[in-house]
């Protein structure tokens, strides 16, 4: 039996490799591209993506899921555009594709310049 560790950064960890495990901890599960690839281009309502996952085979909890919303919104991936106020209860987020293209210059914290 494989045990995993979680990757723990070295003491002398270049800052460049926290930007790609931010990304790579957002995006390691099926469920958050499956969020990403249904929002696409538009916007939509937490509801809407908790029932494209159900309706998908996706067997979650709603904190399961709520999880793995905040895990993206953390990560710049998602998030909020908009409220939908219904009943008493608390609005209902409207989400939206935040980062729809990920760049992790590797010299971006080099004063040299690289010429091709």
Not at 52 to 60: K, V
Request: hydrophobic share 30%; aromatic share 10%.
């Amino acid at each position: 039996m494989t045990i995993h560790k979680p990757c723990k950064p070295p003491k002398d960890a270049h800052p460049t490799w926290y930007e790609i495990r931010k990304f790579g901890k957002a995006l390691r599960f099926r469920t958050r591209w499956t969020i990403i690839e249904f929002i696409g281009l538009e916007t939509k309502s937490t509801k809407e993506i908790y029932n494209h996952l159900i309706n998908n085979g996706e067997q979650l909890t709603k904190q399961g899921f709520y999880y793995h919303l905040q895990e993206l919104k953390k990560a710049d991936i998602i998030e909020v555009t908009d409220y939908i106020e219904e009943g008493g209860g608390a609005p209902e987020k409207i989400w939206r594709l935040k980062t729809r293209t990920i760049i992790i210059d590797l010299l971006k914290n080099n004063d040299e310049t690289c010429e091709e």
